[in-house]
């Protein structure tokens, strides 16, 4: 079965980190770009940031450039999003989704990916 789930999200405190997985299953993803996007209540869903797996190359939304990081894990067929300084405003539910383009102009837009997980909840809350 084809599939990615996503995993690594909770509740914490302003300040906090967090690590989200996004695990493929029935697929290698080495031919991929992987996009982490985020969804809050009454939002449109945004791009987070994006890693192309052949090359490693990452990019990301201004609002969390230097607080996170987009990884992968080749032998586990994974890849990571590690959240540091967490904002109340980076609450939101989390996908990661995959797609065949791999140009860097298109990759934080949502209608670039046709492969979707079920998301995880990230809230940031004191």
């Known amino acids: 079965q084809v599939q990615i789930v996503e995993s690594g999200g909770g509740l914490v405190q302003p300040g906090s980190s967090l690590r989200l997985s996004c695990v493929a299953s029935?697929?290698?993803?080495?031919?991929?770009?992987i996009g982490w996007f985020r969804q809050a209540p009454g939002k449109e869903r945004e791009g987070v940031s994006y890693?192309?797996?052949?090359?490693?190359?990452?990019n990301y939304t201004d609002s969390v450039k230097g607080r996170f990081t987009t990884s992968r894990d080749n032998a586990k067929n994974t890849v990571y999003l590690q959240m540091n300084s967490l904002k109340p405003e980076d609450t939101a539910v989390y996908y990661c989704?995959?797609?065949?383009?791999?140009?860097?102009?298109?990759?934080?837009?949502?209608?670039?990916?046709?492969?979707w997980g079920q998301g995880t909840q990230v809230t940031v809350a004191s």
């Open positions: 989704a995959v797609t065949f383009i791999r140009l860097h102009q298109l990759l934080l837009r949502p209608n670039t990916y046709n492969f």
């Open positions: 029935g697929f290698r993803l080495d031919y991929y770009a």
């Open positions: 890693i192309i797996i052949s090359d490693g190359s990452t």
